[in-house]
């Protein structure tokens, strides 16, 4: 069936480094993927998102790649603060939400 | 925050009995998609309803039903409970046919205690 693999499962850096998640989709109808960051005790908060027609995105700190042939997709977030500390979430989906597959979640710890 | 609303906050049943989840869908959305989330694990789809009607379902069995009401609220039903049935519940609402219509917000989820 439908799968979204997400790595690692646990990230810890340096406050102003940079964090990298991978996630791999196997649905090839997959042609939205966005990204959730969920903090302890909350829903998941759309922080981006990406369309299959497009193959990179950034919003300030934060930014997607996709590659749609290989079905890899990456959050990159760049200068790191404590506050960025969650566990974060992929997702692959089509046909307007319907069938949504999540990651497995990275949780990711920024240390001051 | 996204303004989809979730009631109650948390909940304790016991094994067999059956529980009902409301969630109120942002202003503008007329689809709402239920999600299970077990504790360290990812979202899990249970299903989606628009118009009123089942718009697709995950794998769950037939115990999990919902309900959209005219104004886009919805609700999720679970009868028979199950200990595996303790998890968090989102519910995620989105706009379909607007444009974009695959973004979901997500509440704040109901937490279910089954002992």
């Known amino acids: 069936g439908e799968n979204v693999e997400q790595h690692p499962s646990t990230l810890s850096v340096q406050e102003g480094d940079s964090a990298v998640i991978k996630c791999t989709y196997s649905d090839s109808a997959s042609n939205y993927f966005p990204w959730y960051k969920q903090e302890l005790g909350k829903g998941p908060q759309l922080i981006i998102d990406?369309?299959?027609n497009v193959g990179e995105k950034k919003d300030q700190r934060i930014a997607v790649t996709l590659n749609k042939t290989a079905k890899h997709f990456s959050l990159h977030i760049t200068e790191t603060q404590p506050e960025d500390s969650a566990v974060y979430f992929c997702?692959?989906?089509w046909g307007g939400g319907f069938k949504t597959i999540f990651g497995a979640g990275t949780r990711l710890f920024v240390k001051a | 925050e996204t303004g989809v609303t979730q009631s109650p906050t948390h909940l304790i049943k016991t094994r067999g009995q059956q529980v009902t989840l409301r969630c109120s869908s942002q202003s503008g959305h007329n689809t709402v998609s239920w999600y299970q989330q077990a504790l360290g694990q990812g979202p899990q789809f249970i299903f989606q309803?628009?118009?009123?009607?089942?718009?697709g379902r995950g794998n769950f069995p037939p115990r999990f039903s919902g309900l959209q009401f005219p104004n886009y609220s919805s609700e999720l039903n679970v009868n028979a409970l199950e200990l595996d049935d303790s998890a968090l519940y989102l519910c995620?609402?989105?706009?379909?046919?607007?444009?974009?219509?695959?973004?979901?917000?997500f509440g704040p989820g109901t937490r279910l205690l089954v002992l």
């Open positions: 997702a692959a989906s």
């Open positions: 309803y628009y118009r009123e009607e089942e718009n």
């Open positions: 995620a609402s989105s706009r379909l046919g607007g444009g974009g219509g695959e973004t979901q917000y």
């Open positions: 990406i369309r299959s």
